[in-house]
């Protein structure tokens, strides 16, 4: 039944350590999005990719890279993680209707730098 | 600047009273907006949508109004239960728009005593 799944559901990682978060979507969603939200606080959109084409928002970190290899899947590598990176991090889809879109979310990775 | 404000402090009622959550965004204009429900440590969960051309919309318990010319979104739960408590997040889609992105707020918590 999981619609957008992500792994791990939590990460622990060292300061400066490269990192990989991965979120799959069985819905065939065109679109993929990755948050990051901190505790407290709004989703912070960082990136999103309609079918294939990634766009980036212009405050998201150059630490913040994404790939998206299919449909299916998404990944989000932070290059050098700080310890301002530590956060719940939520992947979502969506599929663009005329009428309006509501956006899935998976269960989210928090990630914790140490 | 553009900002999306809910009410920061956590609304606490009792089980069987409306709650009523609000919304506020300035120098947006949005196409529609949406709200969505967030358990601790989980992913936002959708509720309901209410487009710029709509007034009121409503699900079940759920209600949503949308006034453009205040600027304000309000969020009611009818007869509200224990379970209803939660985050609950309002998030705009603004106009000429790409990838259905959102602007959510940070959330209002809502707690329901027995």
């Known amino acids: 039944d999981a619609m957008v799944i992500q792994n791990p559901r939590y990460q622990v990682t060292q300061f400066g350590k490269p990192v990989t978060l991965s979120c799959s979507q069985t819905?065939?969603?065109?679109?993929m999005y990755w948050y990051q939200q901190k505790s407290s606080q709004a989703p912070k959109l960082l990136f999103h990719?309609?079918?294939?084409?990634?766009?980036n928002e212009a405050d998201t970190p150059d630490n913040f890279q994404s790939r998206r290899p299919n449909t299916s899947f998404c990944f989000l590598d932070i290059r050098s993680p700080g310890l301002g990176d530590a956060a719940m991090y939520l992947c979502?889809?969506?599929?663009?209707?005329?009428?309006?879109?509501?956006?899935?979310f998976g269960p989210g990775t928090r990630l914790t730098v140490t | 600047s553009q900002k999306i404000e809910q009410n920061s402090e956590a609304l606490n009622i009792q089980e069987g009273k409306t709650a009523t959550l609000t919304c506020n965004y300035t120098?947006?204009?949005?196409?529609?907006l949406q709200w969505y429900r967030q358990d601790p440590g989980r992913g936002p969960v959708f509720l309901l949508l209410?487009?710029?051309?709509?007034k009121e919309k409503r699900k079940e318990r759920l209600k949503v109004t949308f006034d453009t010319t205040l600027k304000q979104s309000l969020f009611h739960i009818t007869a509200s239960q224990p379970a209803d408590s939660a985050t609950y997040l309002c998030?705009?889609?603004?106009?000429?728009?790409?990838?259905?992105?959102?602007?959510f707020g940070q959330g209002t918590e809502l707690s329901v005593k027995p």
């Open positions: 979502a889809t969506s599929r663009l209707l005329k009428q309006g879109y509501e956006q899935y």
């Open positions: 819905l065939n969603h065109n679109v």
């Open positions: 990719y309609y079918d294939k084409d990634f766009n």
């Open positions: 120098n947006y204009s949005p196409a529609y």
């Open positions: 209410i487009r710029e051309n709509e």
């Open positions: 998030a705009l889609a603004p106009i000429y728009n790409q990838g259905g992105k959102l602007i």
